[in-house]
């Protein structure tokens, strides 16, 4: 007679909330320390960040161009500065920002510490960035999305 099988190897090792959160602030701590250097170091003042190389070589504004001012207009919290120099840049760290808490919050009550509930990147929802960041850079090279692009490069 075989033994019944008993709880599989997560279920006899329980993680405590400490153990949940590893992942979630490992990741805060990912994005803080370079966000930090960013806002240390602006952006907007010359030879402190390479030229950008799509925009060098072809004179086009690239989905990023602005990226590094944006994100240190946010960490002084100017959120309008930011958003004339990379509006993208803007939706997409406010949009990970919110995924980013719903992560947390669902650690902190258990629900594991792997974002399992985070957007998968299928083919399709890749499909779709990739169109989003074309039509952004397109965009902000012609006359009518003149105000996409970052001033004064």
Do not use: E, I, K
């Amino acid at each position: 007679m075989n033994a019944p099988a008993g709880p599989g190897p997560a279920a006899s090792s329980p993680v405590g909330r400490g153990g949940r959160l590893v992942r979630p602030l490992a990741a805060l701590v990912a994005v803080a320390l370079p966000t930090a250097f960013v806002g240390a170091v602006d952006p907007n003042a010359p030879g402190h960040y390479p030229v950008c190389p799509v925009l060098q070589a072809t004179g086009w504004w690239c989905p990023g161009c602005g990226g590094l001012r944006c994100v240190h207009a946010l960490t002084r919290g100017d959120v309008l500065a930011a958003a004339h120099d990379n509006l993208l840049v803007v939706v997409l760290a406010f949009g990970l920002a919110v995924l980013w808490l719903g992560w947390l919050v669902r650690a902190v009550r258990g629900a594991g510490g792997r974002p399992g509930w985070w957007p998968r990147m299928t083919g399709r929802r890749a499909g779709v960035l990739v169109l989003v960041l074309l039509l952004f850079a397109v965009v902000r090279n012609l006359p009518v999305g003149a105000g996409l692009a970052p001033p004064g490069v």
